[in-house]
């Protein structure tokens, strides 16, 4: 597998100060980089010559996607092309990773992406839910030791949220395999495993009363089959309760749920070493209703929110999930053969709605250009004046502007620079211009004082550095 160790502190870290700019550069940006890692981890064997035909087909029909969502369907955005045939947009960034590597028999790699997703359901613009959004995922593929990549991506998520700041965060963790147990010793009849995980999985937006209402009117589940369920799901902690649940009763019958368990004790002994356990949570209640999880499977969710010092409440739900999929490239290779995955997605947009609310309550006015100064004049006839100084400035590697005008008018360009929040202002007019001198002036204090056109740059360097 290319080793590509060293990029992943250097990536995380150039995401985090993506995130924190405009949804339009984060897009640009790390779809950028990911070219970079797409190109470091394909073999000279997979590259063919240009003019070489390919010896398969890209295509990607709908009915490839509604195996892999099932009760998510209803979310789907459905297309037909003009020849008839069945579409549907990207619901994710996981199936399509997924099919990538059965398409160039990637057996190990090690990547993440950021790109546009589309959800057919009501947005919530005040809980940073939208219908197209961005979502951020990295992913390990390959065969490993167990719960070891798991490990490393639980670790990245908290990474990426501390550093962050968005607040104090748990990262829900349960196991799929714990979750299938779970139903089949309560008496869940298997054909109804997917639909009632689907339900279960709505446990972060509703009451565990609807829920229920839901499994047993809206489902036909037997009511005792779902009181079981619901002693199970009120269940959460850390390697304790993992040790009990080994012990319990009606859970060590299973098989299948003792494998989770396994894992899961094993888990937490890794996030101890990696020492983020205390971020951790085993909860029985979080399912993640996607049918291609086989494993574990983490949900991050904030526990203060930026608003709470202003009482106000931002259920914005989970901010960054993921899982383990080790079945779902066989799906897509035509000798269905295996490459075990895990991966997380954080939710972009939802950051960028919470980082918005945390500087408006702290008055933090959030900054749409990355302008350093600003180049005006009072009077009439200094158009080139003003493209001298904002060469000299583009030279040195200051980040400058000015108005698109011939003539405009002082009090235009002063009102321009603090409605952007530019720091600094280089003022030039006919005075100025006979005495070889310019006005730096200090858009936030309004202070003023003259500076020689031989020294301009070096004051403004200075000036940045202090602030």
């Avoid at 990207?90 to 057996?107: G, H, S």
Wanted: proline fraction near 4%; hydrophobic fraction near 40%.
């Amino acid at each position: 597998m290319p080793h590509l160790g060293p990029l992943r502190c250097r990536t995380w870290a150039a995401l985090l100060g993506q995130l924190l700019r405009p949804p339009r550069t984060v897009c640009n940006r790390a779809v950028g980089c990911h070219s970079q890692v797409a190109k470091a981890v394909l073999t000279s064997e997979q590259l063919k010559p240009h003019q070489q035909k390919p010896n398969f087909i890209i295509k990607v029909p709908k009915e490839m996607l509604t195996e892999k969502y099932e009760d998510n369907f209803g979310l789907m955005y459905d297309l037909e092309d003009q020849g008839g045939e069945l579409l549907s947009l990207r619901y994710d960034l996981t199936v399509p990773f997924a099919r990538y590597l059965a398409m160039n028999k990637l057996k190990r790699m090690k990547r993440y992406q950021v790109g546009k997703v589309w959800r057919r359901e009501s947005p919530a613009i005040v809980q940073g839910r939208y219908r197209e959004f961005c979502q951020c995922d990295f992913d390990i593929a390959g065969e490993f030791d167990p719960m070891i990549p798991d490990a490393e991506c639980l670790r990245i998520m908290c990474e990426i949220l501390s550093g962050l700041q968005l607040g104090d965060f748990l990262i829900k963790v349960n196991d799929r395999r714990v979750v299938d147990g779970m139903f089949a010793v309560c008496g869940v009849p298997e054909s109804k495993f997917r639909t009632i995980c689907s339900s279960m999985d709505k446990l972060d937006k509703m009451s565990w009363e609807d829920v229920r209402l839901e499994m047993v009117a809206g489902k036909g589940l037997a009511p005792e089959v779902a009181d079981r369920i619901g002693d199970y799901v009120q269940c959460h902690g850390g390697i304790s309760l993992v040790e009990e649940l080994f012990k319990d009763p009606r859970l060590s019958q299973s098989q299948l749920a003792l494998q989770g368990l396994g894992d899961l004790k094993l888990l937490f002994e890794y996030l101890r070493l990696f020492g983020i356990a205390d971020k951790i949570s085993l909860d029985l209640s979080l399912a993640r209703g996607l049918d291609y999880y086989t494993g574990v499977i983490y949900e991050a969710v904030l526990l203060e929110s930026p608003a709470q010092a202003g009482k106000e409440t931002l259920n914005v739900g989970s901010v960054a999930a993921g899982g383990r999929y080790d079945r779902l490239v066989a799906q897509f290779d035509p000798k269905g053969h295996s490459v075990p995955c895990v991966g997380l997605s954080i939710g972009v947009e939802r950051i960028f709605y919470l980082v918005e609310q945390k500087m408006k309550i702290s008055c933090e006015k959030v900054r749409t250009t990355e302008t350093q100064v600003f180049v005006a004049t009072p009077q009439k006839n200094f158009l080139q004046e003003r493209l001298k100084i904002i060469a000299q400035l583009w030279d040195a590697g200051i980040k400058a502007e000015m108005l698109y005008k011939n003539n405009p008018k002082l009090l235009t360009q002063l009102h321009y620079c603090e409605k952007e929040d530019i720091p600094l202002m280089v003022i030039i007019g006919e005075q100025e211009q006979n005495e070889g001198v310019v006005k730096l002036r200090s858009v936030a204090s309004r202070e003023e004082v003259t500076v020689n056109r031989e020294s301009l740059v070096a004051e403004i360097q200075k000036r940045l550095s202090e602030s």
